[in-house]
């Protein structure tokens, strides 16, 4: 199975600053048809998850452009340009290149 | 609008069995790879399983294959996991879930159903 990790763990922003999270996985998630498998969703308090990026850097219909996803091969990064108060939740990076489908443990983003 | 709306949870003895369903609607049901994930009671998200528009194929994490089953019935827009020989382990809840395009990424997401397994 791919391990998707997460780094850091927990980060606290203040409003208005920048916020960036790594995911890593254990193999590249790019397919032989060129796209890179590689999402990441917000569970935001007492919510379901919602999905903020897909295939690596598309963002989802109706995410802020604050949000941007980067990276290829097996580093990513998802980036908020500014945070703001309702971005507080846990962070997940997912890999959709192969069954099973595997989560990062998580990042929990607080504001200062 | 898409609305999906998990149902079936509840409390099972280890070793029991339980079928979770999900209704959709908003959107032509039939098209889409459907996915079950889990979260355990504090911990992170887990892929189940998923299945294939049509209902041809099934794929599930290997923790739970040979013990779930996911079918679907188009005609009613409704999915299902059937979970047998359950454990403490697959205490979480479960969350219904459309696929955005093919299996991958996750659009829509019900709001969830608590499988508590104990005795």
């Known amino acids: 199975d791919i391990v998707m990790t997460q780094s850091p763990l927990s980060l606290a922003v203040t409003p208005g600053e920048p916020a960036s999270i790594s995911c890593r996985s254990s193999q590249s998630l790019v397919h032989s048809n060129e796209n890179t498998y590689l999402d990441w969703y917000l569970q935001k308090p007492g919510k379901s998850p919602q999905l903020l990026i897909y295939?690596?850097?598309y963002r989802a219909s109706g995410v802020p452009d604050r949000f941007s996803g980067r990276g290829s091969g097996t580093d990513f990064t998802l980036k908020i340009s500014r945070v703001e108060a309702e971005d507080v939740g846990v962070y997940y990076c997912m890999q959709g290149l192969q069954n099973p489908f595997t989560f990062g443990p998580g990042t929990k983003l607080n504001i200062k | 609008e898409v609305h999906l709306v998990d149902s079936g949870g509840g409390l099972v003895q280890p070793g029991g069995s339980l079928r979770l369903s999900c209704a959709a609607s908003?959107?032509?049901?039939?098209?889409?790879?459907m996915t079950w994930i889990r979260q355990a009671p504090g911990r992170g998200l887990e892929w189940v399983g998923n299945i294939k528009a049509d209902g041809s194929e099934q794929y599930f994490v290997d923790s739970v294959r040979g013990r779930f089953t996911i079918s679907r019935d188009n005609a009613k827009n409704s999915l299902h996991l059937q979970m047998n020989s359950l454990r403490a382990e697959d205490t979480a809840i479960y969350y219904c879930?459309?696929?955005?395009?093919?299996?991958?990424?996750?659009?829509?997401w019900g709001r969830g159903t608590l499988v508590t397994v104990s005795s």
């Open positions: 295939l690596g850097y």
């Open positions: 908003g959107f032509t049901f039939s098209t889409y790879w």
């Open positions: 879930v459309r696929n955005l395009r093919g299996d991958y990424a996750f659009d829509y």
